[in-house]
């Protein structure tokens, strides 16, 4: 797959079959516009084309920029549309200024004079353009003007699967991965480097990798315990992750700590990639470090259960 940065257009796409929007997740509802844009592509001989816009729109024009959290960073939604067969990632910067265009400005400089659009397909409620007045009607009534065809994916054709980025996210947000697992086809993750700890863990037999996120608007699911996958170095391990403030150990800053099960290397500054398996249980404050011990004691129990069902 070619990814062309900034809306910059390196090698121009043969036949360019194209469809538009953040697409965050790549979940099992837009997986259904990326077979049809494939099977169109196929069709005319054309190739597949996916425009999507960085910041997320949400991010430059909410006013409250900090609650959007997001399923995937850039580079984890480029290699997931890669992985679906597309031949062209098309980046646009998302600014106030590029808010502003008309429907016909955006179809004429972005469809038009940047891509040389052939066919556009397009979500049922998808809108575009200035206070998003541009829709799928606008599109079909000058299909002929602009030069290229349009199709929309039926509503309830994305309705009877019953996904959406926001679905995701609350379930995400609730700890329920294994539901968030069904509506992505693929199981959540997250990535980021190991860094120091105080390394408490060790002392009590779980000695754990804290990760680090750098990617702010990264969606991490809600605290508690998970049985995971850890992937280092293209190296799978299984193991059980941790998201709180460690109310035990009277912590003030939420951290994110794996523990890699068989595992005793020195990788601090390696990047970790982790795959939620299934919720274990939520946080919660235990009667000091016997007890936690003991409690971690269950949680692995429970973690090589789950890991020896997806396996």
């Known amino acids: 797959m070619k990814i062309h940065h900034q809306g910059q257009i390196q090698v121009p796409p043969q036949r360019p079959v194209v469809t538009s929007g953040p697409f965050d997740g790549v979940h099992i509802g837009h997986q259904k516009i990326l077979n049809r844009l494939q099977e169109l592509a196929k069709e005319v001989g054309g190739e597949t084309v996916v425009l ?7 991010l430059v024009l909410k006013d409250d920029k900090s609650s959007l959290k997001l399923l995937n960073t850039f580079d ?8 679906a067969g597309i031949d062209h990632l098309v980046q646009i910067p998302f600014t106030e200024e590029f808010s502003q265009l008309s429907p016909e400005e955006y179809v004429q400089r972005i469809l038009i004079d940047q891509l040389g659009t052939k ?9 575009f353009g200035r206070n998003r007045e541009g829709d799928f009607d606008y599109l079909k009534q000058n299909a002929t003007d602009f030069g290229f065809q349009v199709e929309e994916i039926p509503r309830q054709d994305i309705d009877d699967i019953g996904v959406s980025s926001t679905k995701i996210r609350e379930s995400l947000e609730t700890g329920s991965v294994a539901l968030a697992h069904s509506y992505l086809g693929r199981y959540y993750q997250i990535s980021g480097t190991v860094v120091d700890g105080d390394k408490i863990g060790r002392g009590l037999g779980f000695p754990t990798a804290n990760v680090s996120v750098e990617e702010k608007y990264k969606l991490i699911p809600a605290d ?15 193991g059980m992750l941790y998201i709180g403030n460690r109310p035990t150990l009277a912590g003030k800053t939420k951290t994110i700590e794996v523990n890699i099960f068989d595992f005793d290397q020195d990788i601090y500054g390696q990047k970790l990639t982790v795959l939620f398996l299934e919720h274990i249980r939520g946080d ?13 004691e269950k949680d692995r129990t429970n973690a090589l259960a789950i890991l020896r069902n997806n396996s």
């Open 119 to 127: 066919f556009l397909v397009i979500g049922y409620d998808h809108r």
């Open 52 to 58: 999507t816009f960085w910041p997320h729109p949400r």
């Open 76 to 83: 984890e939604k480029a290699h997931l549309l890669e992985q």
């Open 284 to 296: 919660m404050t235990l009667d000091g470090l016997p007890a936690l011990t003991a409690q971690l």
């Open 224 to 238: 508690g315990i998970y049985a995971v996958h850890v992937f280092l170095e293209e190296q799978r391990f299984g």
